[in-house]
């Protein structure tokens, strides 16, 4: 840095150093979301005496953040294509000028598949989904969004292995 004066000559040179340091995460948060749509939720904040004043600031621009009128912390963030994870900070403060961390969350998106299908109620239909097998075994579980409604088979874990084709 340079110090210069009303003339524009060099008054005063500054040399500084920083030390990055590891940054303590207090929370960390597992969502699993359908592939490319956009993951909204809210989160509890911790107590703490000066909630009024509590903000919140994020690591990514893509991702909205604040805190709603209820007091809870908010975000909305894009999910990417399946097997993808977004990663990403929310920084809470509870001084006016996010000077301080009070607190540092680690957000983690984890993307899942999604297969859209449609059917009469009350009939029963058969619709098959073809899953291919990468180049390393992988330990699959399918979800329904509606388990009362729709049923999966198999219901349990299996192997996906490397390089085949399994139908669900």
């Not at 590891?22 to 107590?47: D, M, T, W």
């Not at 209820?70 to 900070?89: D, H, M, N, R």
Request: proline letters at 7%; charged letters at 20%; hydrophobic letters at 35%.
């Amino acid at each position: 840095m340079k110090i210069t004066n009303a003339v524009n000559s060099p008054v005063q040179l500054i040399k500084l150093h920083f030390k990055q340091q590891r940054q303590i995460i207090n929370e960390r948060f597992l969502f699993y979301e359908a592939e490319n749509s956009f993951a909204k939720h809210s989160l509890q904040p911790p107590s703490t005496p000066r909630l009024q004043d509590l903000r919140v600031r994020c690591s990514n621009d893509q991702v909205l953040t604040g805190v709603d009128e209820k007091g809870q912390i908010y975000f909305k963030a894009p999910v990417p294509k399946s097997t993808e994870t977004y990663s990403f900070l929310l920084l809470l403060y509870v001084d006016k000028h996010c000077y301080k961390p009070y607190q540092i969350w680690e957000v983690d998106l984890f993307s899942l598949k999604r297969v859209d299908m449609s059917a009469v109620v009350g009939s029963q239909t058969k619709f098959p989904v073809i899953l291919r097998g990468t180049d390393a075994v992988r330990c699959v579980t399918c979800y329904s969004s509606h388990p009362g409604v729709l049923q999966v088979e198999p219901d349990r874990e299996f192997m996906l292995l490397p390089s085949t084709i399994q139908e669900v």
